[in-house]
């Protein structure tokens, strides 16, 4: 149900989330951002190019990190969101606290700024 | 026109569950942000009870309900089931500052449905509980 890819592009972590995150796959999810974490990346991307469907327990995972990044000065930038997802984050305003960049180019732009 | 689904109550069913009402409300011409919407409300709904009524127990079955009348401008869905009542209309939800800074993975689904759907009953019939959810539709 969902897929998990991660690879390293300009000293960032990519992580490409393919398919649908709910209640029984978010684990997966959360097990990348912490193995990226772990590996002491402090740049991570989110592809959502590919990414079908979000539920609550998806959100959750994101929102969890938020704290802990700022500690750590961990920057993470969400991009490529279909209309469906972005408007999942945008319903309880999620959109305000994560950042979330509309393609990879603007990704890149907005995580060097946060990295400054 | 009506629809029922029955399912178990193992989270590895939701998937089966919003293709089910996916598919149904495609059938009505709702727009696909509306169906994504209430996609998501019913996914939440779906897994509460899965998980804190039914502990993820596969055996245990309830039905989902999708009701459209094509001459109203709403679409009711009911959750029958048996088991432990939770009515999430007397849950106050953790605010989002709580979410982030207690690090929870949980607590944003309620709030989900509440922000999508226009009205959440409860009412109990013959040993059944059955949650009706009332979304508004832009015809």
């Known amino acids: 149900m969902i897929h998990i890819k991660r690879l390293q592009e300009d000293g960032a972590d990519v992580i490409a989330i393919i398919g649908e995150i709910d209640a029984s796959s978010s684990i997966e999810l959360d097990l990348a ?31 969890s990190y938020i704290d802990e990044f700022k500690d750590k000065k961990i920057a993470m930038v969400l991009y490529g969101m279909n209309d469906k997802v972005a408007n999942t984050f945008q319903i309880l305003g999620l959109d305000e606290l994560l950042h979330i960049a509309k393609d990879k180019s603007e990704a890149k732009a907005m995580i060097n700024e946060l990295q400054v | 026109m009506n629809y029922k689904y029955r399912v178990g109550c193992s989270i590895e069913n939701l998937k089966g569950v919003r293709d089910f009402i996916r598919k149904s409300l495609k059938a009505h011409h709702v727009p696909d942000l509306e169906i994504s919407e209430m996609v998501l409300a019913l996914d939440e709904m779906c897994s509460n009870l899965m998980i804190h009524a039914h502990h993820c127990n596969a055996n ?18 009911e959750l029958v089931d048996d088991g432990t009542v939770f009515d999430i209309n007397e849950f106050c939800e953790p605010s989002i ?26 009412k109990a019939s013959q040993g059944q509980t059955v949650c009706r959810l009332t979304k508004n539709i832009n015809k």
């Not at chain 1, 912490?34 to 929102?63: N, Q, R, T």
């Open chain 1, 33 to 63: 951002i912490a193995k990226s974490v772990g590996e002491g990346y402090e740049k991570i991307l989110v592809d959502c190019s590919a990414l079908e469907y979000i539920s609550s327990a998806g959100l959750g995972v994101f929102m």
């Open chain 2, 60 to 77: 245990d079955l309830f039905e989902l309900r999708i009701i459209i009348d094509k001459d109203k401008p709403y679409i009711i869905f």
């Open chain 2, 97 to 122: 500052d709580n979410i982030v800074h207690q690090k929870r993975k949980g607590g944003l689904g309620i709030r989900l449905v509440k922000s999508i759907m226009d009205k959440i009953e409860y």
